[in-house]
T-cell receptor, first 114, second 112 residues
Framework: AQTVTQSQPEMSVQEAETVTLSCTYD???????LFWYKQPPSRQMILVIR??????QNATENRFSVNFQKAAKSFSLKISDSQLGDAAMYFC???????????FGSGTQLTVLP | DAEITQSPRHKITETGRQVTLACHQT?????MFWYRQDLGHGLRLIHY???????NKGEVSDGYSVSRSNTEDLPLTLESAASSQTSVYFC???????????FGQGTRLTVV
């Protein structure tokens, strides 16, 4: 079984600033994948970024990047140059290669202040 | 474009009634999932299917059932709705390997 923990229920950031959302996970598998999903008020789930555990290089997608610390089982999301449209609930998720379902954390509600 | 759709978007039902939430995807994905979203719990897995005629229980399956008679559809049935099942329900589908999971728009279910 896998568990995903997001210890920050709420975070806020000033527009144009940088914010980091934390995520830790626990899995006994050696081959697994990690994801960050964004859920704006529309309720739609949108993939932000993903990381394969076997890759040492941290994934980056434009203003979004991750800090993947495999030994510490940590997978934080950094949002640079925050924009008002980044305000949303962010979910960290994990799946391992033998199972196709994702296990989610409890979410972090991000507020972007103008 | 391929998509995954849920219906209805909103539903109010009475305690004890049977309710079925529909999920239809045109991605041709074998893997489909039902989650419920509650504040403080994130998304929790209810049931999942890896293909036609395959169904499996997830973390919070009590009181729910699914069936998979074709690739496109995975309906979720609440056998006898309870107030504890008031929630937002998401259907998702996913291809093989490290692929993105695609989600429906969600169904807000209220049991009164």
């Amino acid at each position: 079984a896998q568990t995903v923990t997001q210890s920050q229920p709420e975070m806020s950031v000033q527009e144009a600033e940088t914010v980091t959302l934390s995520c830790t996970y626990d899995t006994s598998e050696s081959d697994y994948y990690l994801f960050w999903y964004k859920q704006p008020p529309s309720r739609q789930m949108i993939l932000v970024i993903r990381q394969e555990a076997y890759k040492q290089q941290n994934a980056t997608e434009n203003r979004f990047s991750v800090n993947f610390q495999k030994a510490a089982k940590s997978f934080s999301l950094k949002i640079s140059d925050s924009q008002l449209g980044d305000a949303a609930m962010y979910f960290c998720a994990c799946s391992h290669s033998g199972a196709r379902q994702l296990t989610f954390g409890s979410g972090t509600q991000l507020t972007v202040l103008p | 474009d391929a998509e995954i759709t849920q219906s209805p978007r909103h539903k109010i039902t009475e305690t004890g009634r049977q309710v079925t939430l529909a999920c239809h995807q045109t991605w041709n994905h074998n893997n489909m999932f039902w989650y419920r979203q509650d504040l403080g719990h994130g998304l929790r897995l209810i049931h999942y299917s890896y293909g036609v005629q395959d169904t499996n229980k997830g973390e919070v399956s009590d009181g729910y059932s699914v069936s998979r008679s074709n690739t496109e559809d995975l309906p979720l049935t609440l056998e006898s709705a309870a107030s504890s099942q008031t929630s937002v329900y998401f259907c998702a589908s996913r291809g093989q390997g490290n692929t993105e999971a695609f989600f429906g728009q969600g169904t807000r279910l209220t049991v009164v």
